[in-house]
């Protein structure tokens, strides 16, 4: 091939292919498995790889040799469910049999902790299907975050306390395992004074920083809302507060590379998002029509919302026009269970071992 195309093109080339066709090409010759192996031609595909949308879903049985299982799409073909035509779509199957959760999707990686041992945490690409298990984490009842650090150019997990005011050990410590560090998780104070608060789940991961919504319970029996912050390069703590009017209900999402608020209260549904430091509302929904939602992501290609509900339901919605439709099952024997953005990579790819499930 290189005796027709310049080097330069053919790098383009690859970098847009599939990670499981550069897999297969690796073993053409010595140069491209060089080249498909480098952590250079690694990091190019996979900011050129497109978005998708990945789906766990879990069966219903429990004699099901697969209790989980995972589908890839295109955000096209889930914007065209509204017309049925998730119904028509053949997606990747990834199986997978880990009773685990997702903590966060990043690069093509997900963080996943093992739901029967919580300290027990896996990083796995799905493209690759390669696992790294991570050393457990110290601290026990923890709240968790996943993202990357583009200054030392690696993978970092964080682990916080999900409570204060318990005397348990490490209750006001926090821990970080940086991927390339490997080996142990590194210890670091945790902020917190009050002797009472509660992290609320799932952690966000926007601009470099994983964000938290904490709850702190005053002197006066008064509730605090606010967001904390890690900063990924730093390893420093910090403090967003929380736009106004911010209700019961809050949770923490990004939508189009912004962090994003979700506060609902009766029948009230606002979306707000943080631009140049300040808050602005963006949507303004009803519950009787979207559900209850939880988490908020935004189609590239068109205005559709895609919102998952407390009650594990998807449904692909549009603002502007209020159609909408719930996203059928995979099958009668599963449900969806959790939905992410996602990337095909390479990642990995020297690191852990394959997964054969």
């Known amino acids: 091939m290189s005796s027709y195309l310049c080097e330069e093109l053919i790098l383009e080339i690859f970098t847009r292919l599939p990670s499981k066709s550069l897999l297969r090409f690796r073993s053409l010759s010595k140069s491209l498995y060089s080249i498909i192996c480098s952590p250079d031609f690694i990091r190019m595909h996979t900011f050129k790889s497109p978005q998708k949308l990945l789906i766990k879903h879990r069966n219903h049985y429990k004699?099901?040799?697969?209790k989980n299982f995972y589908t890839l799409h295109s955000e096209d073909q889930l914007a065209s469910c509204t017309s049925g035509g998730y119904l028509s779509i053949t997606p990747t199957n990834i199986p997978y049999n880990r009773y685990s959760y997702i903590v966060g999707s990043c690069n093509g990686i997900l963080c996943l902790c093992d739901y029967l041992k919580e300290n027990h945490v896996t990083l796995w690409n799905p493209s690759i299907r390669r696992n790294l298990?991570?050393?457990?984490?110290?601290?026990s009842g923890f709240r968790i975050g996943?993202?990357?650090?583009?200054?030392?150019?690696?993978?970092?997990?964080?682990?916080i306390p999900r409570y204060g005011g318990h005397s348990r050990r490490n209750a006001q410590s926090s821990f970080v395992y940086a991927m390339k560090r490997g080996a142990n998780w590194r210890k670091i104070a945790f902020p917190t004074s009050s002797s009472s608060y509660r992290v609320l789940p799932s952690a966000c991961f926007v601009?470099?920083?994983l964000h938290w919504v904490v709850v702190e319970r005053e002197s006066n029996n008064v509730r605090r809302f606010y967001i904390l912050t890690f900063d990924l390069s730093t390893d420093a703590f910090g403090m967003i507060s929380l736009p106004e009017p911010s209700w019961g209900t809050i949770r923490?999402?990004?939508?189009?590379?912004?962090?994003?608020v979700i506060s609902t209260k009766g029948d009230k549904c606002w979306i707000w998002i943080r631009r140049d430091a300040s808050w602005s509302v963006v949507y303004k929904l009803k519950k009787t029509k979207v559900g209850n939602?939880?988490?908020?992501?935004?189609?590239?290609?068109?205005?559709?919302?895609l919102l998952r509900t407390y009650s594990a339901k998807l449904h692909v919605y549009n603002p502007k026009t209020g159609a909408g439709s719930r996203l059928v099952d995979f099958k009668p024997?599963?449900?969806?269970?959790?939905i992410v953005l996602f990337v095909e990579s390479l990642q990995l790819l020297d690191k852990g071992i394959p997964d054969l499930s």
């Open 63 to 66: 004699n099901e040799d697969i």
């Open 207 to 209: 601009n470099g920083a």
């Open 333 to 338: 024997a599963s449900y969806i269970d959790d």
């Open 133 to 139: 298990n991570l050393a457990d984490c110290p601290l």
């Open 293 to 305: 939602v939880m988490e908020v992501l935004q189609l590239n290609n068109n205005f559709d919302l």
């Open 252 to 260: 923490v999402t990004t939508i189009q590379g912004s962090l994003a």
């Open 146 to 159: 996943f993202g990357f650090d583009p200054i030392t150019d690696d993978y970092k997990i964080v682990s």
